[in-house]
């Protein structure tokens, strides 16, 4: 039985509740925002948005676009697909729009309380749409912090969107609606769809167009299945993956106890072009797939969908109220990622869409990747959390941390099944994060995390923690597999290793790419926009790493170089690098309380479950 705060703790946490909220909506400008979205036309790529915003009380309104997309922690160009913004009063009377900067207007309302809006959306996403807004001949969609503008001041006002589409298309979100009932859960196109606040309008995608539905009750909850092709044509299994998807949406629920939302839906864009994976929503997804018979995105799926949880509810600080002006940092992203993506594959395991033995070698494969990975002794995961709007999205410095993440996440779990002799698990340090910081409540702040895992175990882990995150030591794969039956067992070879990416361009020149810092490239000298001349006193017809993958460990180099309008020539030699192979290995010494926290990983449960029950 969990601790129960104190009465008077409980007031102010919930006066701290009722103040972030009061204060999220004070000197508001606008009181509602209604939206109309129109395609005539599908071959013109392009979507005509038309608002109206009513009880403005200020003489300017600012209007922006966001410069990223929740999920995705790098600037996007969204501002440069917005056309043509014009302002209007109510007796539709054009108003001065003024450019602010990149991302935003200035509409001068002239004393107006109403205004209309109306500017275009140009269709500029590859394939079937992720990060924006795509269009093809059946389909559209919009992801929509790349369609929606807001009035600055009024993020917290409540929103509505209405549909004006070709003859037969329809429309799947996951949005609340005005005519919602137990029997129809999901709006259409017929529909006005409604948002109580600009963050939860756009974190809801929008699937136009034909396609394909299935729907499932997950513990009760209503659920769909968007199956969009970009073809017209569908080749995966439906029913399967629909199937699938019902037993992942029924573990996830079963973790936590409940689902924090009226409705989910999954949306598949099955197209071999653009953006490659899957986008979390608050009560949704996108997952951009290609379409195959054999087609499994279990994995995928289970990761978005824990999302729901973990980084749409549980979540930083920052990462909601946002800031979509600016990128906003966190040490935390690790937990949000990585960690969800150790659910992941627990959910998998949970669900029975995966074997025991399929969990304990994704938990190896995780591990030799990381182990692999020299980025791991410079980087450490909260620095990768913090900078990877100067990464690639993914983590820093070449560390993801999506990998270590879950490679922490695992460690963290059995650590405290260990430590609590399986009384305790990573799942009640979830429940605790979901019980106290589960959106719309403020999220946790920078040391949440710690603090949450301190007071499931009842002791400081500050040490261990630290070790984990926020330095390069080595993990402590032994001190914690121990509490498992599991060792780690490394057998290393050394290969030969330069640290360079190259690539030859269309006019046949050899140009540096990318060089690993502290590499033997990058200690001789090369930089990424070198263009090389010679390799050993050849002219250089090849890349590179061809002329690497010839020589051995300590074998000299000699390259030329054109940079910034002179000649460099650089010497130096082969390294090497350590590589390993890794398994986790039985012990011998696997006590029943050993075996007990092995299950209770990949069954969920604890002593005190078991009690229970």
């Not at 019902?246 to 939302?261: C, E, K, N, T, V």
């Not at 995966?354 to 995961?381: C, H, K, S, V, Y």
Request: glycine residues 8%; proline residues 4%; hydrophobic residues 40%.
């Amino acid at each position: 039985m969990e601790e129960q705060l104190p009465m008077r703790r409980w007031f102010f946490v919930i006066t701290g509740v009722v103040l972030w909220y009061v204060l999220g909506t004070a000197w508001a400008s606008v009181s509602k925002v209604s939206i109309l979205v129109q395609l005539e036309d599908p071959s013109q790529n392009v979507l005509t948005m038309e608002y109206t915003l009513q009880g403005i009380d200020s003489d300017t309104l600012t209007i922006a676009i966001p410069t990223w997309t929740p999920g995705w922690y790098q600037t996007m160009p969204y501002s440069e697909g917005i056309r043509d913004l014009q302002a209007e009063n109510e007796r539709g009377e054009p108003l001065t729009v003024q450019s602010v900067n990149h991302y935003s207007w200035r509409v001068d309302t002239g004393g107006a309380q109403t205004v209309r809006l109306r500017y275009h959306v140009l269709a500029r996403d590859e394939g079937m749409g992720f990060f924006g807004v795509a269009m093809g001949p059946h389909y559209a969609y919009i992801n929509g912090a790349a369609a929606f503008v807001y009035e600055m001041d009024s993020k917290r006002a409540p929103h509505e969107v209405r549909f004006r589409l070709p003859v037969g298309w329809q429309v799947a979100t996951a949005m609340d609606f005005a005519a919602q009932t137990e029997q129809r859960p999901f709006g259409d196109v017929r529909d006005t769809f409604v948002a109580p606040n600009y963050d939860e309008l756009i974190d809801n995608p929008i699937q136009m167009g034909r396609f394909e539905v299935r729907e499932f009750r997950a513990r009760n909850v209503p659920m769909r299945v968007v199956f969009a092709s970009e073809t017209g044509n569908i080749l995966c299994n439906m029913e399967r993956v629909t199937t699938d998807f019902q037993r992942i949406a029924s573990a996830g629920i079963d973790l936590f106890g409940s689902a924090p939302f009226k409705r989910y839906l999954f949306i598949i864009h099955l197209s071999g072009r653009g953006f490659g994976g899957g986008l979390e929503h608050l009560n949704s997804t996108v997952l951009n797939v290609p379409d195959r018979r054999d087609l499994n995105i279990n994995g995928l799926a289970a990761h978005e969908y824990f999302h729901a949880w973990n980084v749409k509810r549980i979540r930083p600080r920052v990462l909601g109220p946002f800031d979509y002006t600016q990128s906003v940092r966190t040490r935390a992203l690790w937990w949000c990622e990585g960690v969800t993506d150790y659910y992941a594959t627990v959910l998998l395991v949970r669900s029975g869409l995966i074997g025991d033995r399929a969990f304990w070698q994704e938990m190896e494969r995780e591990i030799l990747t990381l182990e692999n990975n020299p980025a791991r002794e410079r980087i450490a995961l909260e620095e990768a959390s913090w900078n990877v709007w100067e990464g690639n999205g993914m983590g820093y410095g070449g560390l993801s941390y999506y990998n270590k993440g879950k490679v922490v996440g695992f460690l963290l779990d059995v650590t405290i099944r260990g430590l609590t002799g399986n009384r305790k698990s990573l799942d009640d340090v979830m429940r605790f994060l979901m019980e106290r910081y589960a959106y719309p409540k403020p999220g946790f702040e920078e040391d949440g995390i710690l603090q949450a895992i301190n007071r499931v175990v009842a002791q400081d882990l500050s040490a261990l923690y630290r070790r984990m995150v926020a330095s390069t030591e080595p993990l402590p794969y032994d001190e914690v597999l121990k509490y498992i039956g599991f060792r780690l067992e490394r057998q290393s070879t050394t290969t030969t290793y330069f640290g360079v990416t190259s690539t030859i361009d269309a006019a046949g020149r050899v140009i540096v790419q990318a060089v690993d810092s502290q590499s033997p490239a990058f200690l001789m000298g090369l930089r990424a926009g070198d263009i090389v001349e010679e390799i050993d006193e050849q002219p250089a017809d090849v890349r590179i790493e061809d002329v690497v993958s010839r020589k051995k460990l300590g074998d000299p180099i000699k390259i030329t170089v054109w940079r910034s309008g002179r000649v460099v020539v650089m010497e130096g030699k082969i390294g090497g690098e350590r590589r390993y192979s890794i398994r986790l290995v039985p012990t011998d010494t696997a006590d029943e309380s050993v075996l007990r926290v092995r299950e209770g990983l990949l069954r969920g449960t604890t002593r005190v479950s078991a009690q229970a029950r």
